[in-house]
């Protein structure tokens, strides 16, 4: 258990639909990051969060969103799901802006759009 | 734009040899660079972190150096083991202090007994 927790493990659901990934980082993380993997994409950055403030946005499409509330858990939100969607969703945390440590990563949370 | 290359997508090695995994960066300039290693299905776990002013780091039996000028980490593991099978990424930071990690696609480094 690394101490990033994500729900749900899976998700399968259709086209059109919305689905909110959530993820409660590790004790004392103030950083959470969202990153979407695919088989031929690898690991893209979707979003940082720091202590409830957006800090940088990655590739992250205009029907994704994401928020950090104050007991500094976040959630994904994907709407008007493609198929091309389909993919790991995980959540990373770390200390904090500014501070050189590894990231703690979830076990992910597998999207499936059909 | 900025680029990250890891030089293969799949290294076959003998149990007991070193494996040596390459990650190639371009216009930017990180300032520390960071591996991680995966398993099928499970989060990418974090193995070490090299700072632009070091040459080399080291932890048990993984060492990491860091070429600034050639653009360049290398990352090694000694006498390698069927366990030591996974993909690694590379992590370069972007975006200065307060930036994020971006990640190479891998390499899958298979140890055969």
């Known amino acids: 258990d690394s101490g990033v927790t994500q729900t749900p493990k899976h998700l399968i659901t259709a086209t059109g639909q919305r689905v909110t990934l959530r993820c409660s980082p590790r004790?004392?993380?103030?950083?959470v990051y969202w990153y979407q993997q695919s088989l031929d994409q690898g690991l893209q950055f979707l979003i940082h969060?720091?202590?409830?403030?957006?800090?940088a946005k990655g590739n992250i499409l205009e029907r994704f969103s994401a928020q950090q509330f104050p007991d500094l858990h976040s959630e994904l939100n994907l709407s008007s799901l493609e198929l091309g969607d389909s993919a790991l969703y995980f959540c990373?945390?770390?200390?904090?802006?500014?501070?050189?440590?590894?990231?703690?990563f979830g076990s992910g949370t597998r999207l499936t759009v059909v | 734009s900025q680029k990250i290359e890891q030089n293969s997508e799949a290294l076959n090695i003998q149990e007991g040899k070193t494996a040596t995994l390459t990650c190639n960066y371009t216009?930017?300039?990180?300032?520390?660079l960071q591996w991680y290693r995966q398993d099928p299905g499970r989060g990418p776990v974090f193995l070490l972190l090299?700072?632009?002013?070091?040459k080399e780091k080291r932890k048990e039996r993984l060492k990491v150096t860091f070429d600034t000028t050639l653009k360049q980490s290398l990352f090694h593991i000694t006498a390698s083991q069927p366990a030591d099978s996974a993909t690694y990424l590379c992590?370069?930071?972007?975006?200065?202090?307060?930036?994020?990690?971006?990640f190479g696609k891998g390499t899958k480094l298979s140890v055969k007994p």
């Open positions: 992590a370069p930071k972007v975006g200065g202090s307060q930036g994020n990690l971006i």
């Open positions: 004790s004392g993380d103030l950083s």
């Open positions: 969060y720091y202590n409830g403030e957006e800090r």
């Open positions: 216009n930017y300039s990180p300032a520390y």
């Open positions: 990373a945390s770390s200390v904090g802006r500014g501070r050189n440590y590894g990231y703690t």
């Open positions: 090299i700072r632009e002013n070091e």
